[in-house]
């Protein structure tokens, strides 16, 4: 750090990143981010997700992260929960099926078939 103004800026992201994990949104997205998740790329899956959301300048749905939820083959998995709708989970969610994920559910409102895991 050389300047205040470079700690500003850390701390306003700092403060984004932890506003975008908790309080009332109106939809919440979970990744699975256990070892086996983390191996199978969720990692980049959840920096896809909260780019696709910052494109689109979404500001009221929370990401956050969980463990393994035993399902290691789908991984990455991640679930979309939405107010008043039975949650969905997504498989083998890479880069490019997350921001389709942003556009086609929260966004659009619809599920993506071919990407839900039951």
Do not use: W
């Amino acid at each position: 750090m050389k300047s205040l103004a470079e700690l500003r800026e850390i701390r306003d992201q700092v403060k984004k990143d932890l506003d975008m994990r908790s309080g009332a949104h109106r939809a919440k997205i979970i990744v699975c981010m256990g070892t086996c998740g983390i191996a199978a790329g969720a990692r980049d899956t959840m920096t896809a997700l909260v780019a696709a959301l910052d494109e689109n300048g979404i500001v009221d749905v929370a990401v956050s992260a969980a463990g393994c939820p035993g399902f290691c083959e789908q991984e990455p998995l991640v679930e979309v929960q939405m107010a008043d709708v039975a949650s969905v989970r997504y498989g083998h969610v890479d880069a490019a099926a997350a921001k389709r994920i942003v556009v086609e559910h929260i966004i659009g409102g619809n599920q993506v078939a071919d990407l839900v895991f039951a």
